[in-house]
């Protein structure tokens, strides 16, 4: 029996190294996966060693000069100091506040900071100095939430500085008091001190839940899961079972048959969007999406074509339905999360410049722009430009592939 | 015409023709290059060397033209196995260009013509017996109504009383005025169903008449003999014996090609008792055509 046991074994492992498709579930899958996973959260959670970066702009109001000749401006020690860090570098100056909020709105701000009238006066002179910071949920909720955290440690960091100054400014007068008495009021200086008043405001039109905020990047992944499987198998299941081949020797024209094919792939996948829309609206409760169709229809059909295009290239270069069918699980396994539906692109580490370029990325963060209401024609007609040119790319180098390839294999 | 791939030449240099309202047999082992052969002749293949004209239009040239002219039925049963018979024929003459009014009748004249029911035509091809799938194969060919059919071993895989059955079908066909490129490995299948028969081997053409001019050709009888044992010896020394033109082994037994069967056969019977391959039966007959394949090429078939 034991023989007979290693004989199966001997045997699946002859079968294994022998196809060559087996190869990706074998190495090319763990590893990738790995590698993607590692960096993904590697770099959403760095640990001490790596920094979170935040875009943040600046209005400075404070014009005000410190009554004390030794202190200079607070406001400009303040943006100094934030200068030398790594979080804030570069922070980024403006002078008026509708410009700054635009680029918020935008994305291409994590954080705007007035500073207000006589920040450095009221802190020097013991009164309460002001800023505002605004934020927008609506572009980023993980983004959001992080940078929101960030802003709250820097300006409780802020205000334990600037009353230990204020307590080492008084401490001298302080000390002539019973020991007591010493203790009393540096305890009750601590409990009254709010030396700066910071005030945070969310610009976001809407509020958004997560689960919102997903579904666009859902929608996406649907359109390369579909896109990418339906079109990965098709034209080679058409082979290797011989359909292609019959095809072939009818009047039907080789263009026909693909263009059947790729059709048949998008009404498999716009069925799949119909369940996705539904669920979210059912079982979610969806309701705070800009659906626009005339932007999000041709989105999706260009994602789905684009995904498609690459499904068609792997379809006729494969020379199995196995090995198509083992690269498109491996590639759709590692999209995933690349294209910025789970995990924002921005949050990839080393994988970031690659995945913002990726046609399905891009197709998320347009889709995300016009579902969340965001996005301005301005700001999502060159990503659509992007996306309709990878498209186009994909599906020419697709049909060229086919017509190579398409009387070798019959 | 010629075709490889790579160094290895599939076709080496071969030409015939089909007349019209004639079965043309194209017989060889398996291997031969007859698949090769008609996938040259239907277009998916681009051959290497030489043209292919049907109705006087070249084939590759004239595609749209020729196309519509051919029937073509593989090798392989392609359907879609979870598809009806009749939907999988109704797909094949859309893409046949068939007129959607027409596609109905098409479909059922098909199925009749190979003795599919409609019963038959309403189960999942997945439910077919391997003779239903062969008959719908040779069904779809004739959807188009096409004046030549391309027959790709349509009875491979069947068990004999299936075999006769579309044997029958194919004789119907052949009364209806068709021309018929039949391809087979079966000797009694050419020999019953064509008017002209080409034996190829290896990709070459090394015989072309009729079934029975080739038969004649040989002028040997055939001393078949069925044995317990068929020993190398045995047949390498029957091929040796005086007056055998050529001894080849076949499925439990030997074949012996000679002009003189009375005074070969006691010495052949001689040589198995000294070789204890055991005799149980002997036969002397008229050549088949796997005979003039023996004689031709020096083998049985593969």
Request: charged residues 20%; glycine residues 6%.
């Amino acid at each position: 029996m034991i023989r007979q046991i290693f004989a199966i074994v001997k045997k699946e492992m002859h079968i294994l190294f022998r196809r060559k498709s087996n190869w990706f579930f074998l190495i090319g899958l763990p590893l990738g996966l790995t590698l993607v996973i590692g960096f993904v959260f590697g770099s959403m959670f760095p640990g001490e060693e790596a920094a979170i970066h935040i875009d943040l702009g600046i209005i400075n109001h404070d014009t005000s000069v410190s009554p004390v000749p030794e202190i200079e401006s607070v406001s400009e020690t303040l943006i100094d100091e934030m200068n030398r860090t790594e979080v804030f570098t570069p922070v980024y100056l403006f002078t008026n506040i509708s410009e700054a909020l635009q680029e918020l709105k935008r994305g291409q701000l994590d954080a705007v900071m007035v500073i207000h009238q006589n920040f450095t006066w009221n802190i020097v002179m013991v009164k309460q100095a002001n800023m505002t910071i605004y934020v927008d949920s609506s572009t980023d909720p993980q983004r959001y939430q992080v940078v929101r955290s960030v802003l709250n440690t820097f300006t409780a960091d802020l205000t334990r500085e600037i009353t230990q100054g204020r307590v080492d400014v008084v401490n001298p007068y302080i000390s002539m008091l019973s020991v007591e008495n010493q203790t009393f009021v540096i305890e009750s200086m601590w409990a009254m001190s709010e030396p700066v008043g910071v005030e945070i405001i969310d610009t976001a039109a809407a509020k958004f839940r997560y689960v919102e905020w997903m579904l666009p990047g859902i929608l996406g992944l649907e359109a390369i899961f579909g896109g990418l499987a339906f079109s990965g198998s098709a034209i080679a299941y058409e082979r290797e079972r011989g359909h292609l081949q019959r095809m072939m020797v009818s009047p039907t024209s080789s263009w026909a048959i693909l263009v059947g094919e790729m059709l048949w792939a998008l009404i498999r996948v716009s069925f799949a969007f119909m369940i996705v829309i539904s669920v979210n609206i059912v079982a979610f409760n969806v309701y705070n999406i800009n659906w626009a169709p005339h932007l999000t229809i041709p989105i999706i059909i260009l994602t789905t074509l684009s995904a498609s295009g690459l499904g068609l290239i792997i379809s006729v270069v494969s020379k199995t339905l196995e090995t198509a069918n083992g690269l498109t699980n491996m590639l759709t396994l590692i999209l995933q999360f690349l294209i910025g539906s789970y995990i924002p692109t921005h949050m990839l580490g080393p994988l970031e410049p690659v995945a913002k370029y990726l046609p399905w990325s891009i197709a998320n963060e347009t889709l995300r722009r016009v579902m969340l209401g965001y996005g301005y024609y301005a700001n999502i007609f060159p990503l659509l430009a992007y996306l309709a040119i990878s498209t186009f790319a994909f599906l020419a180098i697709g049909a060229y592939l086919y017509k190579v390839t398409n009387k070798r294999y019959v | 015409m010629s075709f490889s791939f790579g160094d290895h030449e599939v076709v080496d240099h071969v030409s015939f023709s089909v007349d019209k309202g004639k079965c043309f047999g194209l017989l060889g082992p398996n291997g031969a290059g007859k698949t090769t052969l008609t996938k040259l002749i239907v277009g998916l293949l681009q051959p290497k060397e030489g043209r292919v004209f049907i109705n006087g239009m070249d084939v590759h040239r004239e595609p749209k033209k020729i196309k519509p002219l051919i029937g073509v039925c593989f090798q392989e049963s392609v359907f879609y196995q979870t598809l009806t018979g009749r939907e999988n024929l109704e797909f094949i003459a859309v893409l046949y260009n068939i007129p959607r009014r027409k596609v109905k009748d098409a479909v059922s004249s098909s199925l009749n013509r190979v003795l599919l029911d409609e019963k038959d035509a309403t189960k999942r091809v997945e439910h077919y017996s391997g003779g239903m799938k062969r008959r719908l194969a040779v069904a779809a060919a004739l959807l188009n109504n096409p004046p030549l059919l391309i027959l790709d071993e349509p009875t491979t895989g069947l068990d004999p009383q299936a075999r006769r059955g579309l044997w029958d079908a194919i004789e119907g066909l052949k009364e209806e005025g068709r021309s018929i490129l039949l391809t087979t490995h079966y000797m009694d299948e050419a020999d019953f169903l064509s008017d002209m028969v080409a034996i190829i081997d290896h990709g070459k053409l090394i015989a072309m008449d009729t079934p029975e001019a080739l038969k004649d050709s040989i002028g040997e009888s055939v001393i078949e003999l069925k044995c317990d044992l068929v020993r190398e010896e045995f047949v390498e020394n029957a091929r040796k014996t005086l007056l055998v033109s050529n001894a080849v082994p076949i499925e439990g037994g030997c074949k012996v090609l000679t002009k003189e069967p009375d005074e070969v056969l006691p010495k052949i019977v001689e040589l198995g008792i000294k070789y204890e391959v055991g005799i149980t039966n002997v036969q002397i007959s008229s050549p088949t055509l796997e005979d003039v394949f023996i004689r031709l090429t020096g083998k049985a078939l593969r």
